[in-house]
């Protein structure tokens, strides 16, 4: 006899399980973009981090939902003051990356 209540806990464990490492995989791609971006912008990436701020679900360019993450980093232009930045993406894709107005 089946334990329907044993299939679903080990169906649940393995969606949490998925979604996390596609989550990990999803930020490994912001934190790269991210570092390319600062390189590109003369900034200085700090931490070298980025961190999950806000998750929601959108629809993209073709009407399917995608999960829209957006990520916070810090930045510093001239090494004496922390700068704020962010990174959002909707599935896989960057969408923009947006660097706090600071002194160059």
């Known amino acids: ?18 979604y996390w490492w596609s989550a990990q995989q999803v930020k490994e791609r912001a934190l790269h973009a991210t570092a390319s971006y600062c ?3 003369g900034v200085q ?33 001239t090494g004496e003051e922390r700068y704020r930045g962010r990174v959002v993406l909707l599935g896989n894709t960057i969408e923009d990356i947006q660097l706090e107005p600071h002194q160059i």
């Open 1 to 18: 006899m089946f334990n329907y209540n044993a299939i679903l806990g080990l169906f649940a464990i393995g969606f949490f399980a998925w």
């Open 39 to 41: 390189r590109e912008k």
């Open 45 to 77: 990436l700090l931490d070298g981090s980025v961190a999950l701020n806000a998750l929601w679900f959108k629809r993209d360019a073709i009407g399917n939902f995608r999960i829209w993450r957006t990520y916070a980093f810090d930045f510093a232009s």
